[in-house]
């Protein structure tokens, strides 16, 4: 029987940081599409369009609906790890706080400018927590899950819960627009960019999962 070394100390100062400044900029990333108000990603269309119903803050929402996620696991016997939990969290209450200090944003150009600000910048913190190696987000860790349970493919599984979230979202009166397929084309190339750019040397040991979450780091939905 073999076991894996231990992981030194400096990894792990690197990680726990690295997980936690990724999750609070993702959280503020989708508060920047929210004021944007040019259409948000399938998910949060969905916790916008939930919030807008049950009077709730959007993060409040996320958090709720990331836990009820997560309940989801167990039938389908998938793992939790530190940045599974975290991520329920986290985002939402970022989420929140951003929204509390950023105003809305009057006109096509400031718009597009916060739009496409909030795009990258969600590319940027999926590349941080991803890499810190932590365990996927409740929302992909329900696509892997469903991908091994199915034999579907990760691609096919992936678009039926996005495009089931997105059209219950819109339903609810959540924002769909061109931010929508903005953040649709630019976030998979964008999460690729940031994954290298933010992984841990190979000495370290290789990325555990993809998403936060897998083999598509191409999209995140946290």
Do not use: K
């Not at 900029?25 to 920047?32: D, E, H, K, P, V």
């Not at 979202?169 to 649709?184: C, D, E, N, P, R």
């Amino acid at each position: 029987m073999s076991f894996a070394p231990p992981r030194p100390a400096s990894r792990l100062t690197r990680r726990l940081p690295q997980l936690y400044v990724g999750l609070a900029l993702y959280g503020a990333s989708s508060a920047f599409l929210v004021r944007a108000g040019l259409g948000l990603d399938p998910w949060d269309v969905f916790h916008q369009g939930l919030a807008e119903r049950i009077g709730w803050s959007i993060g409040t929402v996320s958090v709720a609906v990331g836990a009820l996620v997560l309940l989801l696991w167990v039938p389908l016997r998938q793992r939790p790890g530190l940045g599974t939990v975290s991520n329920v969290f986290a985002v939402g209450l970022s989420m929140d706080a951003t929204l509390a200090v950023l105003p809305d944003v009057h006109g096509a150009v400031p718009q597009a400018a916060l739009l496409a600000a909030g795009i990258v910048l969600n590319g940027v913190a999926t590349g941080l927590y991803i890499a810190a190696s932590f365990g996927p987000g409740p929302r992909d860790g329900l696509m892997t899950g469903l991908h091994r349970r199915t034999g579907r493919s990760l691609r096919l599984v992936r678009t039926g819960i996005e495009l089931t979230v997105l059209a219950a979202g819109f339903l609810l009166g959540g924002t769909v627009g061109i931010g929508t397929v903005a953040y649709a084309l630019a976030i998979g190339p964008l999460s690729q960019l940031f994954l290298r750019v933010f992984a841990l040397p190979e000495a370290e040991g290789p990325l555990a999962g993809r998403p936060a979450d897998t083999p598509e780091p191409a999209v995140a939905s946290c």
